[in-house]
């Protein structure tokens, strides 16, 4: 899997600390809301467990799962629910935990679904951002690492459904991506 890996972008290290900056941000700015924090599964899955380990006010918690790239590295375009949230967000100040932004077409489907299901407000949290690539105009509350127009991998994020588990982000060599 290693073998496959080019370069890496971020080590583990750098983004430990910077999910605690992240974290201590919110930890201030939600005191006494309560939010319910939502995990857009499945890319943000390792961040979400990370990041509220470092929010220290009281928060639930709730996953979606949708998707919209399958095994390429572009969008298809058409953003599918696989999986609903259990909470109901109707009331409630709402963290959507990305973890990252690329053409922004999958926030702005879910921004645009909790918004006719009347949460009091929607707060983004994304790990990495990929302005060069917006299709829509969309930015992120809380942002870790503005990053280059390529694809990457780890931490989370897949191609093709793999490396989600490397400790760290990086670019894959350009041989894996067009197999
Ligand atoms: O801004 P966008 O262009 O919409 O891209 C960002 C989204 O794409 C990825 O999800 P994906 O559809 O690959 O599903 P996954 O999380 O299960 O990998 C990523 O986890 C984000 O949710
Ligand atoms: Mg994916």
Redesign the pocket.
């Known amino acids: 899997m290693q073998n496959d890996v080019q370069e890496t972008l971020y080590s583990e290290q750098q983004i430990q600390d910077k999910v605690k900056e992240m974290g201590a941000a919110i930890s201030r700015d939600f005191e006494g809301r309560n939010p319910l924090v939502i995990c857009?599964?499945?890319?943000?899955f390792i961040f979400m467990g990370d990041l509220v380990k470092q929010i220290n006010v009281p928060l639930e918690i709730d996953f979606m799962?949708?998707?919209?790239?399958?095994a390429s590295t572009k969008?298809s375009g058409v953003?599918k629910i696989?999986k609903d949230l259990d909470i109901s967000v109707e009331g409630r100040h709402v963290l959507i935990v990305?973890?990252?932004?690329?053409?922004?077409?999958?926030?702005?489907?879910l921004i645009d679904v909790l918004e006719r299901r009347n949460a009091q407000s929607i707060t983004i949290a994304a790990l990495f951002d990929?302005p060069g690539?917006?299709?829509v105009d969309l930015d992120a509350d809380y942002k870790g690492f503005v990053i280059p127009d390529a694809f990457v991998v780890g931490y989370?994020?897949?191609y093709a459904?793999k490396y989600?588990n490397l400790p760290y982000v990086g670019i894959l060599k350009p041989e894996v991506y067009s197999h």
């Open positions: 857009v599964l499945k890319g943000a799962a949708v998707s919209s790239y399958g969008s953003v696989i990305e973890d990252i932004i690329d053409s922004g077409l999958t926030l702005s489907y990929k690539r917006r299709t989370g994020l897949d459904e989600r």
